[in-house]
């Protein structure tokens, strides 16, 4: 079965869409999903707004909980709070923790002014050097999602990543993940624009030629049109970079085909 992994739902504050719409629109598809809460401690301007009460969530989320709707987290990588993000990741059975990077050294990437006085180049070290710290830091997380998410935000002509800025630096992060064994996630959100699929390729590219194999897909819906938005693109995208997708149940990573 084909899953949408990343979702958010009632318990994430930028959410417009209940469990109960992400399960209908899950069924009319006739895929799976994994609803992925935003975990983000110490947020910078608003430290406690993407935190929820975790044991609420699984309380009233159990109903819902089968083998097509799987409950997770996503989890807002921070130096600071690594501790307390990897005792959060042991504490509750989820059947999938994701991995984030929605902050650069306390600044937050969806915010313009976390990029002033950056040119392109050092705002796209800054944000490989400082992924590279928190995979050192983190450890118990599933996958790691969105490599292109400062690309939905940063001020510059190019908004893609691309390889030959930052080679030692990409070759460095993708390198860690292959060795803790952590799939990359082919984030569907911008895969309706073909320069973005063009780069983006790239990237999953040279993931696998240093020896990546899996590749997590999600919408990072938080609306109900949005649930299962791209999947076809994602899948395509995989096959193209040779990575095969899968899907986490119980913190253990299942194919999606065969
Ligand atoms: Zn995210
Ligand atoms: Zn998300």
Same mark, same amino acid.
């Given at each position: 079965?084909?899953? %949408?992994?990343?979702?958010?739902?009632?318990?994430?504050? %930028?959410?417009?869409?209940?469990?109960?719409?992400?399960?209908?629109?899950?069924?009319?598809?006739?895929?799976? !999903?994994?609803?992925?809460?935003?975990?983000?401690?110490?947020?910078? /301007?608003?430290? /406690?707004?993407?935190?929820?009460?975790?044991?609420?969530?699984?309380?009233?989320?159990?109903? #819902?909980?089968?083998? @097509?709707?799987?409950?997770? !987290?996503?989890?807002?990588?921070? &130096? @600071?709070?690594?501790?307390?993000?990897?005792?959060?990741?042991?504490? #509750?059975?989820?059947?999938?923790?994701?991995?984030?990077?929605? =902050?650069?050294?306390?600044?937050?990437? #969806?915010?313009?002014?976390?990029?002033?006085?950056?040119?392109?180049?050092?705002? $796209?070290?800054?944000?490989?050097?400082?992924?590279?710290?928190?995979? &050192?830091?983190?450890?118990?997380?599933?996958?790691?999602?969105?490599?292109?998410?400062? =690309?939905?935000?940063?001020?510059?002509?190019?908004?893609?990543?691309?390889?030959?800025?930052?080679?030692?630096?990409?070759?460095?992060?993708?390198?860690?993940?292959?060795?803790?064994? &952590?799939?990359?996630?082919?984030? /569907?959100? +911008?895969?309706?624009?073909?320069?973005?699929?063009?780069?983006?390729?790239?990237?999953?590219? +040279?993931?696998? @030629?240093?020896?990546?194999?899996?590749?997590?897909?999600?919408?990072?819906?938080? #609306?109900?049109?949005? $649930?299962?938005?791209?999947?076809?693109?994602?899948?395509?995208?995989?096959?193209?970079?040779?990575?095969?997708?899968?899907?986490?149940?119980?913190? &253990?990573?299942?194919?999606? +085909?065969?």
């Amino acid at each position: 079965m084909i899953f %949408d992994t990343h979702m958010h739902c009632d318990y994430s504050c %930028d959410s417009h869409m209940k469990i109960a719409e992400a399960v209908a629109a899950a069924k009319q598809q006739e895929i799976g !999903i994994v609803i992925t809460e935003h975990w983000d401690d110490d947020y910078p /301007t608003n430290p /406690t707004a993407f935190m929820f009460d975790v044991d609420e969530y699984f309380e009233r989320f159990a109903p #819902y909980r089968s083998g @097509q709707v799987l409950l997770g !987290i996503e989890i807002g990588m921070q &130096k @600071q709070t690594a501790a307390a993000d990897e005792a959060l990741a042991a504490r #509750y059975p989820f059947d999938y923790v994701l991995a984030s990077m929605h =902050c650069v050294n306390g600044r937050d990437l #969806y915010e313009e002014r976390c990029y002033a006085g950056q040119t392109k180049a050092e705002a $796209v070290c800054e944000f490989l050097t400082d992924t590279l710290a928190n995979l &050192k830091l983190h450890d118990n997380f599933d996958a790691f999602a969105h490599i292109d998410y400062m =690309c939905r935000y940063m001020p510059f002509a190019d908004k893609e990543l691309r390889l030959g800025e930052a080679p030692e630096l990409f070759d460095e992060v993708f390198e860690l993940l292959i060795a803790k064994e &952590k799939p990359l996630e082919i984030n /569907t959100r +911008r895969l309706d624009d073909p320069g973005a699929l063009a780069a983006l390729l790239t990237l999953y590219r +040279r993931y696998a @030629q240093l020896g990546g194999k899996y590749a997590v897909i999600g919408s990072d819906a938080h #609306y109900k049109e949005h $649930v299962g938005r791209g999947l076809k693109e994602a899948l395509t995208l995989a096959d193209e970079a040779g990575l095969e997708p899968v899907y986490f149940k119980e913190r &253990k990573m299942r194919k999606m +085909r065969g």
